[in-house]
């Protein structure tokens, strides 16, 4: 049983040189990311997944042999569990390698999508500046035409007023003469005049008994109340 242990932790020391050595070169897609995943990192990427779980299966069958091995050293255990540290270690080395890479790639194909913009932008201006003249002329006769629609509708609105200015004026000149010919028929007929004036006479004198007759009507019902 303690042979088969060693032979086990053999191909698990083994395996470890491996991962760390594919670490390194993989490490290095890092610092020197293309935009687009190459054979060869795609190569380098899978043979370290596969490696790694390769030993994660050999470091399960040295706890298994560990399990069933009461008498087991413990050193031997110490050694299981600094394997399953390394095999951790390895593992987060392997995932953050490779996030890094793809913040990378990301980030370049950011830098590379924004250059395309701004170069169709430029090359859209390049193409405009033919037509840009015509654009401006065009839009200065539409402000033309506009203005001179705007000067049309205020001439309108200024000879509506003075028209009705000048119908007030003349509705203000037919009450004139109509007053003028009123007194002229009142000087005209002379008896007219004074018929007006007793007219107006009796009128006051019954608002007066009007008036008269409804404050007894209140103080009587008043007094009798």
């Not at 491996?18 to 290095?28: G, I, K």
């Not at 390698?97 to 395309?116: A, D, G, H, T």
């Not at 405009?128 to 309108?156: C, I, K, L, P, W």
């Amino acid at each position: 049983m303690s042979q088969n242990f060693v032979t086990v932790r053999s191909q698990a020391i083994s395996l470890e040189s491996q991962a760390e050595s594919l670490l390194s070169r993989y490490s290095t897609f890092a610092q020197t990311t293309s935009s687009e995943q190459t054979s060869q990192e795609k190569k380098l990427d899978k043979q370290l997944e596969e490696s790694l779980t390769q030993r994660q299966e050999v470091i399960d069958t040295l706890g298994r042999i560990s399990d069933e091995n009461p008498n087991i050293s413990a050193s031997k255990l110490s050694q299981l569990q600094r394997h399953r540290e390394v095999l951790k270690e390895h593992w987060q080395s392997f995932r953050n390698i490779r996030s890094s890479i793809q913040q990378e790639r990301n980030r370049l194909n950011l830098l590379f999508s924004v250059k395309s913009d701004i170069a169709q932008q430029n090359q859209r201006q390049s193409n405009g500046e033919a037509t840009a003249f015509d654009d401006d002329e065009e839009y200065y006769q539409n402000e033309s035409r506009r203005v001179d629609q705007t000067h049309n509708v205020m001439d309108r609105l200024i000879s509506q007023a003075w028209e009705t200015r000048d119908q007030f004026r003349s509705q203000s000149h037919i009450l004139q003469n109509s007053s003028n010919r009123i007194l002229q028929t009142l000087q005209r007929v002379p008896g007219l005049n004074h018929l007006i004036t007793r007219i107006g006479t009796r009128r006051r004198k019954n608002a007066l008994a009007m008036a008269v007759v409804i404050v007894i009507c209140v103080l009587l019902l008043f007094f009798s109340w």
